[in-house]
């Protein structure tokens, strides 16, 4: 599945991730998913490396992370 790189904000208006890490460093949080109409948050480009993601949008979970469930994978540290 491609990442998810343009959303939308409450006006309606398509912004591209770089506008929404902008706009989010100024506080603004009313990113919308354009498939979905969920909320979602933009996402910096990770670290170059093997699983290097470019910058994109990930949807916030509705429980807003308080229950976050860890999968399995992720007890390996570096
Ligand atoms: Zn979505």
Redo the contacts with the bound molecule.
């Keep these: 599945m491609p990442l998810s790189t343009e959303c939308r904000t409450a006006s309606g208006k398509t912004i591209t991730v770089a506008d929404a890490l902008k706009l989010n460093r100024e506080g603004r949080r009313d990113f919308v998913?354009i498939?979905?109409g969920?909320r979602v948050s933009p996402h910096k480009e990770s670290k170059p490396g093997k699983h290097q993601q470019a910058a994109h949008f990930e949807?916030i979970p509705s429980d807003g992370g308080r229950n976050r469930e860890r999968p399995l994978s992720d007890t390996k540290r570096g």
């Design positions: 998913c498939g979905c969920q949807h």
